[in-house]
């Protein structure tokens, strides 16, 4: 309960009427920048705390996904740096290999031109023109939502340390045989033409067509059900289950593929389903993985049917045919043979399609680098089994472990040209060598072609970024990460690679704590898309509310690990709480209160300040809980009740009482109300450090509140200064109760008698302040008494109301309910109707009978109320 700040003379009049975000957000973070706040110091010997920024895509703007999980990051570390920690927020951008490419390509299509127009070095310094532009946007996105990063340590995973990090560890894994090239069916995304990995493939139900056909003819036909009819142009078998009598005399023998002149054999699989269609399903090893796996079993040849657009190149009638023309166009010719036995038209099936631009993917063989993760994920599983790393919620275990304890090989090699050069070197006998980054390539020796899968450098991110390979000052220090603060949606995409190449290449995982926090939707629950036209610039709510708003506002709808629905009315309210922050602040100092000086005794106070000491002790304990479990949305709700409901609507109007007194109590609870505001200011600055930052440095004349100590609980409670605050807030709320009920203006002076508890009895100047209660004389008759507690309050409302009329009034709206409570109790007492009624009508009936029971009982209150 004591402390200080150096205090320079303080004139109310420099802060502004009216809080004007605008005004005040560049300036002050222009200054937190110049001045070094947000860096970290290696060499400290303060302990560490590190978060590593979800590094944004090159590709764009900021979006509010962005926003929600840059407000709840930057409020975790300055709170951190608040208590004393040297903390680090590492900055840095994504390449995005995929993404970053298809824009590139976009702007240079509307010049007419393709990349390969200018050849692979031109389009690459093409693509780093274009990352310097928009690195530049996003680097002002984040200033002006007040990220506290230190942006001396930007970073970007194609800058030249990264470079080193990524060769280094494919270098490391290639040596341990970690690393390996083979041929696999893979998924292939036609407009990117590219392999992409399992999990960047988006899965969609689509209305399709389901093809039943009959191969051979007579006792050797055998009927089979696609949705990809052309893909029978590459079929090589028909397989059956072993036990399916109804065609054990075909297994062994070859029938007839219609339209091609070929013969394909009839094969036993266990993996085919009987039960399901005709139990016959056609063999196209090249173009699904079900079927390469089949084909493998059965030594059967695999036919490439498409080009890398997925384009027919089989000779014949339907070479050249894009893959959906084919489709119509097979099943034209089948049906002139009288081939197609049935059509099922919608037949809603699953379909894969590219992540990144929406394109329906298509299987395909191909040589590709893949990564062997069995040792390095039973690795990433341990860590977390072993409780080196722990994820919160804890709830969310369970997805992670289904994941890694799953994971297949991971297909590393992308067909594109940005990204990380895959570096393996052939030579021309055919020799392969792995080239590091002290390595120097063999001379006339040509370099692999593909790049590395985006994820293999963000897989290094948490480390790379801190200078590894080499043995830093910064990777001792801030290695492993405290936390990593991120969506759950990352947790296959990111985390567990993150997981297995930092165990891999440190021996220590990344991060101690796993952090995920769920989606940003609307207001209606809906996913934020542009498809859905309600997706929403953060930038223009923060031109309209200022970004203290935005940020309460996403800090108040974050719980862990759950979806975060936001509205333009919930930054709106966030706007008007903290134009009251401004409003209480600038009050404060109007009426004098102080930081300077030790806190008074509690001994010394009255029980109104031991009782917001009271409270507030208790909200920050509360606090540091909730920020310590990332429960964002109760902390935010704890805090703002709190100001709102306790310090700006009861302690600052029971304090003007004391304030108009004068004297010593009103010295003392300037002191109290200081250092309420100045403990508060500090608990919200984390979430809200704009409007925080002003007001504390007005307030208490220090250098500023970013490094300012975070408030620290002290066990102090009052519990006797808390129920008499308690009891008087009960009385004054019921009276204002019964003066709205009686329709009597909240403005309007009421003669009244208190007759208070001794609990009480000091505060009533500020009970008569707060009801605009007036004093009577001997001669007093009431018109109203209420009895509240121990306590009497008389009330004088003949110059208010008509107290007969009004009378009247509740005597009818008695008779109603009455007559209400009467009918619906008859239909309970009812055996009849209560044996053939549905329950939900009965249940209906019981809350209409309770609800009419209550409004008597007002009612009747309020009478009672009335005198004669």
């Not at 002790?617 to 509360?622: F, M, Y």
């Amino acid at each position: 309960m004591t402390g200080t700040h150096p205090h320079n003379s303080i004139d109310p009049t420099t802060l502004p009427t009216t809080f004007v975000p605008v005004e005040l957000e560049g300036e002050l973070y222009a200054r937190w920048v110049d001045r070094g706040y947000f860096a970290a110091d290696a060499a400290s010997d303060k302990p560490a705390y590190s978060v590593v920024i979800p590094p944004p895509n090159v590709t764009g703007r900021l979006h509010m996904g962005h926003a929600y999980e840059h407000t709840q990051i930057d409020a975790i570390t300055r709170r951190k740096r608040m208590q004393g920690f040297e903390t680090l927020w590492q900055p840095g951008m994504d390449h995005a290999g995929i993404a970053t490419q298809n824009v590139v390509e976009r702007e240079l299509a509307k010049e007419g031109l393709s990349r390969h127009d200018l050849g692979r070095e031109a389009f690459e310094q093409r693509v780093w023109q274009w990352k310097e532009q928009s690195g530049a946007a996003i680097s002002g996105q984040m200033r002006r939502l007040g990220d506290g990063v230190d942006w001396d340590r930007e970073r970007f995973t194609m800058d030249e340390g990264l470079s080193r990090a990524v060769q280094t560890v494919f270098q490391r894994l290639y040596h341990d045989e970690l690393i390996y090239r083979a041929e696999r069916i893979i998924s292939w995304c036609p407009r990117c033409a590219t392999s992409i990995s399992d999990i960047e493939v988006d899965h969609k139900d689509l209305d399709g067509e389901l093809v039943s056909i009959r191969y051979g003819d007579g006792a050797d036909s055998i009927v089979v059900a696609t949705t990809r009819v052309e893909t029978m142009l590459g079929d090589t078998a028909v397989a059956v289950h072993p036990d399916d009598d109804r065609y054990r005399h075909l297994v062994g023998r070859d029938i007839e593929l219609p339209l091609t002149g070929r013969r394909i054999p009839v094969v036993a699989d266990d993996q085919v389903d009987p039960g399901f269609g005709s139990g016959a399903v056609k063999v196209t090893p090249a173009h699904g993985p079900n079927d390469f796996e089949i084909g493998q079993r059965h030594n059967l040849p695999s036919l490439t049917i498409m080009d890398e657009r997925a384009t027919i190149i089989v000779p014949g009638p339907f070479q050249g045919l894009d893959r959906l023309e084919a489709c119509s166009a097979v099943v034209a010719a089948l049906r002139a043979e009288g081939r197609v036995v049935a059509e099922k038209r919608p037949y809603v099936h699953a379909v894969g399609h590219c992540s990144r631009c929406g394109t329906a993917i298509e299987p395909r063989p191909s040589m590709q680098w893949w990564v062997q993760v069995a040792p390095l994920a039973e690795a990433a599983g341990d860590a977390v089994r072993g409780g080196k790393v722990s994820i919160h919620p804890p709830e969310l275990a369970d997805r992670y472990f289904a994941w890694i304890d799953n994971l297949r090989d991971w297909n590393i090699s992308r067909q594109l040209w940005w990204g990380h050069r895959i570096p393996i070197w052939y030579g021309p006998e055919g020799e392969v060598v792995c080239v590091g980054p002290d390595d120097t390539p063999p001379h006339g020796w040509v370099q692999d072609p593909d790049v590395l899968d985006t994820w293999f450098s963000s897989a290094l991110w948490p480390f790379s970024t801190l200078g590894w390979p080499a043995d830093t000052e910064s990777l001792t220090k801030f290695y492993p990460n405290s936390v990593l603060f991120t969506g759950y949606d990352l947790l296959f995409f990111w985390i567990a690679r993150m997981m297995m190449f930092g165990l891999y290449a440190t021996g220590e995982p990344p991060f101690k704590v796993i952090a995920l926090h769920g989606m940003v939707r609307d207001k209606h629950g809906k996913k934020m898309s542009k498809s859905f036209g309600n997706v929403v610039d953060p930038i223009e709510w923060m031109d309209t509310y200022g970004t203290d708003a935005l940020r309460f506002a996403l800090a108040r709808a974050a719980n862990p690990g759950t979806d975060a629905p936001i509205a333009e009315e919930s930054v709106e309210g966030a706007r008007n709480f903290t134009t009251k922050v401004w409003n209480a602040t600038r009050f404060a100092l109007l009426n004098g209160a102080t930081t300077t000086g030790p806190l008074p005794r509690p001994e010394q106070l009255s029980s109104v300040d031991r009782w917001i000491l009271s409270r507030l002790d208790t909200v920050v304990a509360e606090a540091d809980t909730l920020f310590d479990t990332y429960r964002f949305a109760k902390l935010t709700e704890t805090i703002y009740h709190f100001a709102w409901d306790e310090v700006f609507d009861w302690y600052l109007e029971l304090a003007k009482a004391t304030y108009a007194a004068g004297g010593d109590p009103a010295e003392k609870s300037r002191r109290v109300l200081g250092h309420v505001l100045d403990t508060l200011l500090r608990l919200l600055h984390p979430i809200i450090p704009f409007v925080t930052e002003k007001l504390w440095t007005t307030l208490t004349g220090a250098e500023s509140i970013v490094i300012a100590s975070w408030p620290t609980a002290t066990g102090y409670r009052d519990t006797v200064a808390e129920a008499e605050i308690a009891e008087l807030q009960h009385l004054v709320t019921e009276v204002r109760r019964f003066r709205s009920e009686q329709g009597v203006r909240t403005s309007r002076p009421v003669p009244a008698r208190l007759g208070l508890t001794p609990a009480l009895l000091p505060h009533e100047p500020a009970i008569r302040h707060l009801l605009r209660l007036e004093t009577v004389g001997n001669e007093f008759s009431p018109t109203a008494t209420l009895p509240i507690g121990a306590a009497r309050i008389s009330l004088d409302l003949s110059q208010a109301i008509d107290v007969e009329r009004e009378r009247r009034r509740l005597e009818k709206d008695v008779a109603v309910a009455q007559k209400e409570l009467d009918s619906t109790l008859k239909k309970l007492g009812n055996h009849s109707f209560l044996a053939k009624a549905p329950a939900d009508i009965i249940e209906g009936i019981r809350a209409r009978k309770d609800k009419a029971q209550n409004e008597i009982d007002r009612i009747q209150r309020r009478l009672e109320a009335l005198l004669e």
